[in-house]
């Protein structure tokens, strides 16, 4: 369920490597949630859920997104994750962000506040750890910079509506800087072209991608990733499959 939630967050953030012209989009605020399965050979099991809000309060946006596992996966791996991003409205640059994390009794809590001066972003992080059966947790600080547009894990995910998918040729790559409370990291973000795929028992046209998580843009974080994006006005993501090391995840969405 760890890695699964960790796959649905580059899908949000892989949304956002192809810059458009993302201020003239306006979002309602909304709620979108996702299955999270795990499969393997004839297995094919719910794991548990995520769910992503989006409010609007003047020129600020809000979003929180959960992640829980099931009752019966909380046996082997009991997780329960919180994002939070805001946002300014209206092109939803991130000014903060903050993961909680309670997963296998292990507690993490990062925030990172932003500010960009010319060309240059800066990240100011707080990272606090406490390790299953320690009772006292640590609390570190640091400071992340990079240079062009820059990202947390979940407002980037709004960019989504704004994405010129058609004008796009398969094989085309971007990539982008994002912030983790812990270090500066790239997503490399490949388009593959349109595909028909059934989600819930009904047929959807979607973008397909594929992408890459990397560290200092050489050590590959993450095993590919493949997604499918609704080609609808509101560019849903609907689907997503991450390999495991056993099986795979998938996130799917569901109204």
């Given at each position: 369920m760890k890695k699964a939630f960790q796959i649905l967050s580059l899908l949000i953030i892989s949304v956002f490597s192809?810059?458009?012209?993302?201020?003239?989009?306006?979002?309602?605020?909304?709620?979108?949630?996702?299955?999270?399965?795990?499969?393997?050979?004839?297995?094919?099991?719910?794991?548990?859920?995520?769910?992503?809000?989006?409010?609007?309060?003047?020129?600020?946006?809000?979003?929180?997104?959960?992640?829980?596992?099931?009752?019966?996966a909380d046996k082997f791996y009991r997780l329960r994750d919180t994002l939070r991003s805001t946002m300014h409205a209206p092109d939803y640059s991130p000014s903060r962000y903050e993961y909680i994390a309670h997963e296998d009794g292990k507690y993490s809590h990062d925030i990172v506040t932003f500010s960009k001066s010319g060309n240059t972003v800066t990240g100011k992080c707080t990272r606090t750890r406490k390790p299953k059966k320690e009772?006292?947790?640590?609390?570190?600080?640091?400071?992340l910079t990079a240079e062009g547009?820059?990202?947390?894990?979940?407002?980037?995910?709004?960019?989504?509506?704004?994405?010129?998918?058609?004008?796009?040729?398969p094989g085309e790559k971007k990539s982008i800087n994002i912030f983790s409370g812990k270090r500066k990291e790239l997503l490399t973000f490949t388009y593959s072209g349109q595909e028909q795929i059934k989600v819930d028992g009904k047929m959807q046209n979607t973008y397909k991608v594929t992408f890459t998580f990397t560290s200092d843009g050489k050590k590959k974080s993450s095993e590919p990733i493949q997604a499918w994006v609704s080609t609808g006005p509101q560019r849903i993501p609907l689907k997503l499959i991450g390999k495991l090391k056993i099986g795979q995840v998938q996130c799917i969405y569901y109204q």
């Open positions: 192809f810059e458009s012209a993302s201020a003239n989009v306006s979002l309602a605020n909304e709620t979108i949630k996702y299955k999270v399965i795990y499969k393997w050979g004839l297995v094919h099991k719910q794991a548990g859920t995520a769910t992503i809000r989006l409010t609007r309060n003047g020129n600020t946006y809000h979003s929180l997104a959960t992640a829980k596992s099931d009752p019966w009772r006292i947790a640590k609390t570190e600080h640091r400071t547009m820059t990202v947390d894990m979940l407002s980037s995910f709004y960019y989504l509506r704004a994405l010129d998918f058609q004008n796009m040729k």
